[in-house]
């Protein structure tokens, strides 16, 4: 397995940002709202955030590491979302615009990641990855990659399973899939330029009111893997299982030099994780990279 050490080491060269920004999605800022559950949510699982309204952290980010790139760049968009309980824990979401993970090998994502920063090797690339085709071929599908008019507008994929219990600790393993409520029809009559685009437009559509992403989990079938993150769940049941209504701008919490961690391994009671070895490694990745920005 891929040193973490390594990893981010060549990660930060790729992408060439400042030591004290994270390692990827080092552009984003800070949002709160709520999360409001569905009582089909609270019936496949126990945990507290699906039985009660709960105050939500989020974070909106372009997925590069380097956080002079202007908003117009092309890039992966990327939604976090700290769920805080009332017992004092917290569980985190990570969710991106790629609708399915490229592999189950972190050093292949990592060559991924540096042959991406330099498009005329990256097609030199996948003809030695060919498995990668069809992850990358969806995302290029789904517009993955682009320059949205606004995050409320984005569809976010925590790729990741887990395992949620209910009541009587039966198991489903689910995925989960974040959607916007808002569309073209409802956009500010304004148009936003300049590096910080998103965000400008973000502030002003606050201004006016709520931005809403409904919580959809897929709920795995037969024949569907919840411990790799390339699977494909053909023909998966969804249901909603709850509303995220952001309703403010937070001041930066890591101005003062501390870390703002969101970590898809950070569950609560109710909530397992799988064996995706992509899931299990991310860990070690994001305390060497919190260990440098500290």
Request: glycine letters at 8%; charged letters at 25%; a negative charge.
């Amino acid at each position: 397995m891929l040193d973490p050490v390594v990893a981010i080491d060549r990660l930060r060269a790729a992408f060439g940002g400042p030591t004290q920004h994270r390692t990827l999605h080092a552009k984003g800022r800070f949002y709160g709202g709520t999360f409001t559950p569905t009582p089909e949510a609270g019936e496949l699982c126990r945990a507290g955030h699906l039985h009660a309204p709960t105050p939500v952290t989020v974070r909106w980010s372009n997925a590069g590491g380097n956080a002079a790139v202007p908003d117009e760049k092309p890039d992966i968009r990327g939604m976090a979302v700290k769920f805080r309980l009332a017992d004092g824990t917290a569980t985190d979401l990570l969710g991106q615009t790629s609708p399915r993970f490229p592999t189950d090998d972190p050093e292949t994502f990592v060559a991924m990641t540096e042959a991406s920063v330099k498009p005329a090797t990256f097609p030199l690339f996948l003809l030695r990855h060919p498995r990668m085709i069809p992850a990358l071929a969806a995302g290029i599908a789904g517009k993955a990659v682009g320059s949205p008019v606004s995050f409320a507008e984005v569809t976010f994929y925590p790729i990741h399973a887990y395992g949620w219990l209910d009541a009587d600790g039966r198991r489903t393993w689910v995925r989960y899939v974040l959607v916007p409520t808002a569309t073209a029809d409802d956009r500010l009559d304004q148009t936003f330029e300049g590096p910080d685009r998103l965000s400008a437009e973000m502030a002003a559509r606050l201004a006016r009111g709520p931005v809403t992403h409904e919580l959809r989990v897929q709920l795995a079938g037969d024949g569907h893997d919840p411990h790799s993150a390339t699977s494909v769940w053909a023909g998966a049941r969804e249901i909603v299982a709850g509303r995220i209504e952001v309703t403010e701008l937070l001041p930066d919490p890591e101005e003062g030099g501390t870390p703002t961690v969101f970590d898809p391994t950070r569950v609560v009671d109710g909530i397992e994780l799988s064996d995706d070895p992509i899931l299990r490694y991310r860990p070690s990745a994001y305390t060497e990279s919190v260990h440098r920005r500290a």
